[in-house]
């Protein structure tokens, strides 16, 4: 198979890349400003640039288009479907995006419960013992979103002690093996934070997301609640947490995702007292940087040996439905 | 009963401390300073200052000592089981100790796992999705030392998919629950630390630790690894710690301990690249604050019912055994 990677980018890998893909040619290409190799494609390896109906009218050769990582937003899904073109995007867990992504909700609930900030001021004036911090141990937690994200994190922080809240669009039975104290639907969000000490952001954005977390929101958790979005910061309404901040309607929040990525340096948010920001980095990791091309080039063997992919998005619409 | 305090720190936890206590008398004494509140006591709650056979002599009413927390070093054992005075301490499990130190041993994981203080580097630069972290997920980490902390360590770190390496003086049929991958007496530490991302330090100090990890440890260690130490300082020789990290034997470090606490704020090691370190906050928290007087006060009802106290060190030497 003919395997082209839709930007230039990705050739910083290579020494990652290659080797998964024996037996099959790679190029690279920054399709939004050239096209021509996509002619030659029979795979493209997409980022996140858009891939339209008028890039696919250049590729008559395409028979997948594999997303890099899980969002396939600005894939043209339907034009891919009409011209049979599989769409595949690679699944968070296992490949190191949803446990990387958990890990770094943790790092973020530590960083707030033990008071690292103040931690680092004490060592400079000499204090120790100090300051008095929270364990996460008998405090009650509510995870908002259950998709592979929120799934990931439930399993690593049941064990920590927590009375652990789950909130999710709909109940599903795989939420028994979590063993949740307490379930609640989305439509009940603001009820469910109640009483929690930690509310962990881990659901999806979409239309229905966008905004979610507003001022009703921060006046139902707890004054001394700590807010941790790992999910996309477009789910928070960016005014309302800042004035539940100021206002003292919560303790803190930690966050791995900003409105605009990268952050202005001179943001306020980021030298805010009781923030802690992460730039982005919960899929940034070692492990998925191997999964995610592993998955891919198993996709790539699987339609070479007439096999159909794994983690596709159309399969139906392209009637080809196992 | 009459409960003394040892020291006047303790005061400033009476809003705590009285209410857990009601139906006894509480004082609180520097009995370092002064030991004519000893005569008056019937229990001694103490802190770190000593215990000693003389300091018993002004206390012909006392039937206990209580330690507050783990620790009974400076307290003359011998002496007080002569006179029939239980000496008592705190378990660390299930008071918020041990569970608070396994979440500071955490939290130092994913500092170094995460490259936190680069992460904050680069927010000011401007650069997000970087630095390009680890997962915890899939590594092979290593525990010494499966005493309550260790073992509420594993329970914790297990469920993030890691392998786990358990050492410990000797094997124990509890550890079975811990489904350790791997286990190696003390004896072996040099060799279980061999292939391990991440090693932490979990041990008791005493004359057969100290100074156990030196230059020999550090170079079975692998290159990129990590050593955290939540334990006390003196179990690490310091001069080969520090050479290990500035000629690459190991990539870094997390201490909740110092050789000397408070530390100097010009102390070299406080600004040391991929070296963090937290003010000894492993035990300073809101539940071993509440857990651990709970617990001395149920040991104080339980005396004044005529019942032998819980946890007690010196029970069978006074020949009161169960």
Not at 297 to 314: F, H, M, Q, T, Y
């Amino acid at each position: 198979m003919r395997v082209l990677f839709s930007n230039r980018n990705f050739e910083r890998l290579r020494e990652i890349i290659e080797p998964l893909f024996m037996g099959h040619e790679i190029k690279y290409a920054n399709i939004s400003e050239d096209v021509s190799l996509l002619e030659w494609a029979d795979v493209l390896v997409r980022g996140t640039e858009p891939f339209t109906a008028e890039m696919l009218s250049f590729a008559p050769n395409l028979k997948m288009v594999c997303q890099w990582g899980v969002g396939v937003e600005g894939i043209d899904i339907e034009a891919c479907s009409a011209k049979g073109v599989f769409v595949c995007n690679v699944p968070s867990s296992n490949t190191g995006n949803a446990e990387g992504v958990a890990e770094v909700a943790i790092l973020h609930m530590l960083l707030l419960a033990k008071g690292y900030n103040k931690s680092q001021e004490n060592l400079k004036k000499g204090k120790v013992f100090s300051p008095r911090g929270l364990t996460l141990w008998r405090k009650r937690v509510c995870i908002v979103g259950l998709g592979n994200v929120g799934v990931t994190l439930a399993s690593r922080l049941k064990p920590f002690g927590v009375t652990l809240v789950g909130v999710n669009r709909s109940w599903k039975d795989k939420f028994d093996a979590l063993k949740l104290d307490q379930f609640f639907t989305l439509d009940d969000v603001n009820a469910a934070v109640k009483g929690c000490r930690f509310v962990v952001l881990t659901l999806a954005l979409t239309p229905q997301t966008e905004g979610l977390i507003g001022h009703e929101f921060f006046k139902n958790m707890d004054k001394d609640a700590f807010l941790v979005n790992v999910a996309r910061a477009n789910i928070v309404q960016r005014e309302a947490l800042e004035s539940a901040l100021r206002e003292g309607h919560i303790a803190g929040c930690g966050l791995d995702v900003l409105w605009k990525e990268p952050p202005d340096p001179d943001d306020p948010i980021l030298n805010m007292p009781n923030v802690y920001i992460t730039p982005h980095i919960g899929g940034t990791n070692d492990e998925a940087l191997r999964g995610i091309p592993a998955f891919i080039a198993d996709n790539v063997n699987r339609i070479s040996e007439g096999k159909l992919p794994l983690s596709c998005i159309n399969v139906t619409s392209i009637g080809k439905a196992e």
